[in-house]
């Protein structure tokens, strides 16, 4: 476990075990920063550097971050990641998630399965991070909370939020001769109960944060009484106790009910019986162990998502040259573009590349007429196109034979590429400043996509290149690079350096071995050629 701690000792252990490589339970990484749901991500340095050496020297397989909504030490893990992903999310509130986009954009993309406590935090944590959720137990250690020698004792979780349900307890208390009742703090700031005078000597406060704390107490606790927005876990842990749970419906807004709920499990004996049992049962089947083995099938399903590593051995295509390939760039057919294929294919041989893929936006026959007139040429041309998907980016298609219409789905647009005997490769899949496909139907289409684009030399910001690495890496996909080339001085900026090769299943096998070459030159420079050339041919 990895997570922020206040206290020394753990500090210090955690730095010696970082230091030394070792891999404890728990390694305290710094010190806990208390951040609000407006706040900036800001995390001290030396906290995210030793989360950054943590995740590098675990080897793990698997990262899960729990409560990643807010700005934390397990958003900043779940985003650092390089192993597969799992986010829970317990929070109900709607109100503790981001609101900026690129930093929920940055989250999904990453997490390899959403989970949550209940359907209420499900439903707001999908507001901000839509997916498919599964609802898992919060869990509970079913073994240490158990139950002991039952006592006449009313136990009332403290919160803020809960008060009217508090005082019921009281009210219901002053009717049950022989009863006491105590009131369990878990947070710092919780507030202290007004008791009336004639029951003082039945009621006590007691601190439980801590979980030995807790365990005793509700072991011999008969009743329970919840706080509404209190922590889900202190009930579960009530009702593992075997302690009945006095939490009727609409109590929230008639707290009167409470008082009716207590006062009948305290004057029937094997009522409360029936309720302490059911609560048991319920609880036993929300136990650590059970959790435990779900969560091995979550991780399990989301390693499938993972393509078998590359296992090295002969190259067949060691025999080959290397040569330096363009996957991504356009000509006159394109709408925004006024290269001519002939200048194209002499430009590219001048600076010395082996092989480029034209692929103009939603049109064919530029890929066709560069292909053509670069026959008998030593130039390699690979036929493309980069279509407009219906909401969901762009898709380019690699070695067609005919023109993909735009505005299809993103699934039949990956179809008709594979129709063709193409390949799909994915272009600039983390431009934010663009329509890309949502982290959804990108992680859907893992096993469709044949090469993903890590490295385009026409992106604003270089993060979007570097998240496309990281995800390419993690997935274990095939990398390619283009210049996205709109006018000759940005040809070849972003290119490959690989084998050579003869079709698609030869370029396929040698992008295995292939070199990302970033070449890149100035974007104002090479943006304000192409408004140039745009101008002219309006002028035109």
């Known amino acids: 476990m990895l997570a922020p701690s206040g206290r020394a000792a753990d500090l210090l252990a955690g730095r010696r075990a970082l230091a030394k490589g070792d891999r404890p339970d728990v390694i305290a990484l710094g010190p806990a920063v208390p951040v609000s749901r407006r706040s900036s991500l800001g995390v001290a340095v030396g906290l995210r550097a030793n989360l950054r050496l943590a995740l590098r020297q675990g080897g793990y397989d698997v990262v899960h971050g729990f409560e990643p909504g807010l700005p934390s030490v397990s958003l900043l893990a779940l985003a650092e990641a390089d192993a597969l992903t799992v986010a829970t999310f317990l929070s109900p509130d709607r109100l503790a998630y981001p609101r900026r986009r690129s930093r929920r954009d940055r989250l999904r993309a990453r997490v390899d399965a959403l989970l949550a406590t209940s359907q209420e935090a499900a439903a707001a944590a999908a507001e901000r991070y839509p997916g498919d959720y599964r609802i898992v137990a919060a869990g509970v250690d079913a073994d240490r909370f158990r139950p002991g020698k039952k006592r006449r004792l009313i136990a009332v979780q403290l919160e803020a939020d809960g008060r009217p349900l508090t005082r019921a307890a009281i009210r219901a208390l002053d009717e049950l001769d022989g009863?006491?009742?105590?009131?369990?703090?878990?947070?710092?700031?919780?507030?202290?109960?007004?008791?009336?005078?004639?029951?003082?000597?039945?009621?006590?406060?007691?601190?439980?944060?801590?979980?030995?704390?807790?365990?005793?107490?509700?072991?011999?606790?008969?009743?329970?009484?919840?706080?509404?927005?209190?922590?889900?876990?202190?009930?579960?842990?009530?009702?593992?106790?075997?302690?009945?749970?006095?939490?009727?419906?609409?109590?929230?807004?008639?707290?009167?009910?409470?008082?009716?709920?207590?006062?009948?499990?305290?004057?029937?004996?094997?009522?409360?019986?029936?309720?302490?049992?059911?609560?048991?049962?319920?609880?036993?089947?929300?136990?650590?162990?059970?959790?435990?083995?779900?969560?091995?099938?979550?991780?399990?399903?989301?390693?499938?998502?993972?393509?078998?590593?590359?296992?090295?051995?002969?190259?067949?295509?060691?025999?080959?040259?290397?040569?330096?390939?363009?996957?991504?760039?356009?000509?006159?057919?394109?709408?925004?573009c006024s290269i001519e294929p002939d200048e194209l294919i002499d430009h590219a041989e001048a600076i010395g590349l082996g092989a480029i893929a034209v692929t103009d936006h939603n049109v064919f026959g530029g890929a066709l007429e560069t292909a053509e007139l670069a026959r008998g040429r030593d130039l390699i041309v690979i036929p493309g196109e980069e279509m407009k998907t219906d909401g969901q980016g762009e898709v380019i298609g690699l070695f067609l034979s005919a023109e993909i219409p735009r505005g299809l789905s993103f699934a039949d647009t990956i179809a008709a590429v594979h129709e063709q005997e193409g390949i799909v490769y994915l272009p600039h899949p983390f431009d934010r400043m663009h329509a890309i496909a949502d982290p959804s139907t990108l992680h859907r289409h893992l096993a469709d996509i044949d090469v993903f684009e890590v490295y385009n030399a026409r992106l604003l910001r270089e993060s979007f290149n570097d998240e496309a690495v990281r995800f390419a890496r993690k997935y274990r996909l095939l990398q390619g690079a283009g210049s996205d080339a709109h006018v000759l001085q940005g040809v070849g900026t972003g290119a490959l350096r690989m084998r050579r090769f003869d079709g698609p299943e030869e370029f396929l096998l040698a992008l295995r071995t292939a070199e990302v070459l970033r070449r890149p030159k100035s974007l104002a420079y090479l943006q304000s050629l192409k408004w140039a050339a745009q101008v002219k041919e309006k002028v035109r």
């Open 179 to 336: 009863w006491e009742l105590v009131g369990l703090h878990t947070k710092p700031l919780s507030f202290r109960p007004v008791v009336p005078a004639r029951l003082r000597h039945r009621v006590t406060v007691r601190t439980a944060r801590r979980e030995d704390v807790r365990a005793g107490l509700l072991a011999v606790a008969s009743v329970f009484v919840p706080a509404p927005g209190g922590h889900t876990r202190l009930r579960l842990e009530a009702a593992s106790a075997g302690c009945a749970i006095a939490d009727p419906p609409g109590s929230d807004r008639q707290p009167e009910l409470v008082t009716a709920a207590v006062a009948r499990l305290g004057d029937d004996p094997e009522h409360r019986e029936r309720e302490a049992a059911r609560a048991r049962g319920e609880a036993e089947a929300q136990s650590f162990a059970l959790l435990a083995r779900e969560l091995e099938s979550v991780y399990a399903g989301a390693a499938h998502k993972q393509r078998a590593p590359h296992r090295g051995g002969t190259d067949p295509l060691a025999d080959r040259d290397w040569m330096l390939v363009d996957l991504h760039m356009h000509t006159r057919w394109s709408h925004d």
